[in-house]
T-cell receptor
Framework: AQTVTQSQPEMSVQEAETVTLSCTYD???????LFWYKQPPSRQMILVIR??????QNATENRFSVNFQKAAKSFSLKISDSQLGDAAMYFC?????????????FGTGTLLAVQP | EPEVTQTPSHQVTQMGQEVILRCVPI?????FYWYRQILGQKVEFLVS????????KSEIFDDQFSVERPDGSNFTLKIRSTKLEDSAMYFC?????????????FGEGSRLTVL
């Protein structure tokens, strides 16, 4: 069975600085997807960024980028130029490739605080 | 922007009572899901639903749980006889498709407290 581990329950960053959130996972599958979801306080989870395992290039979405290390089964999220609105719980998630459903396997989350 | 909505946002119930959590998925979505998060623990998959039937369920989703799409817009999760350990945040999600382009859109969650 696949597992996702986020070893940082809480992180803090100064506004305009860069922060990296860690995620590791375990799987025997060769094809899969990895995601970072953001959940602001009392708001729904929204997708921040996704990475297909068969792509070597790291995904980037504006100030958000990932460092995907397939051999090490590591998938970290880097947030550049942090903004107050980035404060949220961040979840790393795994999904198998193919199949009829989109079942996600989540980590426990990292609560990110942004200091002004 | 369309979004998934859930009601109630918080429900307190006595152990042994039946609870129904409601979700309105995004209107053109075809796949529906329930996840839950016990305080301090991982978000866990419960069930997925497509074409009016369960397509996958986890070992958590036992006979106490059921899902239904009663009227073409709502998607409900029923817990027949609640237990203390059912206390959690329950998230509904929907997607337009499965596979590569099946991004999940989540609701804000319903917090269930069982006393």
């Amino acid at each position: 069975a696949q597992t996702v581990t986020q070893s940082q329950p809480e992180m803090s960053v100064q506004e305009a600085e860069t922060v990296t959130l860690s995620c590791t996972y375990d799987t025997s599958e060769s094809d899969y997807y990895l995601f970072w979801y953001k959940q602001p306080p009392s708001r729904q989870m929204i997708l921040v960024i996704r990475q297909e395992a068969y792509k070597q290039q790291n995904a980037t979405e504006n100030r958000f980028s990932v460092n995907f290390q397939k051999a090490a089964k590591s998938f970290s999220l880097k947030i550049s130029d942090s903004q107050l609105g980035d404060a949220a719980m961040y979840f790393c998630a795994y999904r198998s490739y193919g199949g009829a459903t989109n079942k996600l396997i989540f980590g426990t989350g990292t609560l990110l605080a942004v200091q002004p | 922007e369309p979004e998934v909505t859930q009601t109630p946002s918080h429900q307190v119930t006595q152990m042994g009572q039946e609870v129904i959590l409601r979700c309105v998925p995004i209107s053109n979505h075809l796949y529906f899901y329930w996840y839950r998060q016990i305080l301090g623990q991982k978000v866990e998959f419960l069930v997925s639903f497509y074409n009016n039937e369960i397509s996958e369920k986890s070992e958590i989703f036992d006979d106490q749980f059921s899902v239904e799409r009663p009227d073409g817009s709502n998607f409900t999760l029923k817990i027949r006889s609640t237990k203390l350990e059912d206390s959690a945040m329950y998230f509904c999600a929907s997607s337009v498709a499965s596979g590569t382009y099946g991004e999940l859109f989540f609701g804000e969650g319903s917090r269930l407290t069982v006393l």
